[in-house]
């Protein structure tokens, strides 16, 4: 889980009482709050997400509860479902909403050391899955990327189980828009081109972040290498393609004709469900790929999700 930054940062400190749960330490940040290590008498040791109630980012752009809804809609083993929410008032009368969930073990798969081809397959495999789920539900994640994808290494040292988290800008997709929003909120690395356009997303939106994630976590690198800003990011995706993973290690070439699909500017290009994706990937597998102990993950710098305004003109990808 990335590491706290000024931005979205709750005003609770270790100590706080929050709802009945006393706050035990900071485990790090989500897209739109801070998670801390909870006690509550009933339930005990649990991870407790709070953001303030009132945000400079608009009325409710914040509210935990709104994601704690949208979580306990889902059933999927690789999604955890929230204990409770609500809102709070903290000794020093800082208002904030707040849920508490389950504590997973493991670490988020930017920390998660060196995995294998295979490793990284079968994580894809897990979280295709759980996407597929939710977007069946009517729902997309928004923000799919390594940081948000925890796993926990078995006895023997490889990867289990992997859980998708962080749904803070996460929302319904078969719901009819509101008025046009040109903000953009996510994370530049792996954002879509339609995100980045301040256009509707949908179901290939979310695959096109976890075939980013993939690449990255194959390759050492994104699949697109940007300053920072939203300009850069989209002529990244229109000027740019990502180097062939061919290149890289020639026991992954088989790889790249799946990932620059799923990775396609346009969605309607990309497959069909994030399950076909991955299906597609596991189909170009060859021994050395799948066994060879590839990358280390840990040094990989993901980009914190960002909030944009987007320019009057923009570069089309």
Request: aromatic share 6%.
């Amino acid at each position: 889980m990335e590491q706290p930054t000024a931005t979205a940062v709750p005003t609770v400190t270790v100590g706080d009482i929050v709802a009945g749960h006393r706050v035990d330490a900071v485990l790090g940040r989500g897209g739109m709050g801070q998670v801390f290590v909870a006690h509550h008498p009933s339930i005990g040791r649990c991870a407790l997400k709070a953001a303030p109630a009132d945000s400079p980012m608009g009325p409710g752009s914040t509210d935990v509860r709104r994601e704690a809804a949208l979580m306990t809609a889902l059933r999927h083993p690789r999604i955890v479902r929230p204990f409770g929410s609500g809102r709070a008032v903290t000794a020093a009368g800082h208002h904030l909403t707040w849920m508490t969930m389950p504590q997973i073990p493991g670490v988020d798969l930017t920390r998660a050391g060196r995995l294998r081809a295979g490793e990284v397959l079968d994580v894809a495999r897990q979280i295709a899955d759980a996407l597929d789920h939710i977007h069946t539900a009517g729902i997309i994640h928004c923000d799919v990327k390594a940081a948000n994808i925890m796993v926990e290494r078995t006895p023997t040292g490889r990867i289990g189980g992997a859980t998708l988290i962080d749904f803070g800008i996460a929302r319904y997709w078969l719901r009819a828009p509101g008025p046009a929003d040109p903000s953009f909120v996510g994370t530049l690395t792996t954002a879509p081109p339609e995100a980045l356009r301040g256009e509707l997303c949908g179901p290939r939106s979310d695959q096109y972040g976890l075939a980013c994630t993939v690449y990255t976590m194959l390759a050492g690198f994104p699949p697109f290498l940007d300053d920072g800003t939203l300009q850069s990011a989209l002529a990244a995706r229109r000027f740019r393609a990502p180097e062939p993973l061919g290149a890289v290690d020639s026991a992954l070439a088989g790889f790249d004709a799946v990932l620059r699909r799923a990775l396609a500017s346009d969605p309607a290009d990309r497959f069909g469900s994030c399950g076909e994706f991955v299906r597609a990937l596991n189909s170009r597998v060859v021994p050395r790929a799948a066994t060879r102990p590839w990358i280390d993950t840990a040094p990989i710098a993901m980009s914190h999700a960002t909030q944009l305004r987007l320019p009057q003109t923009l570069i089309p990808a």
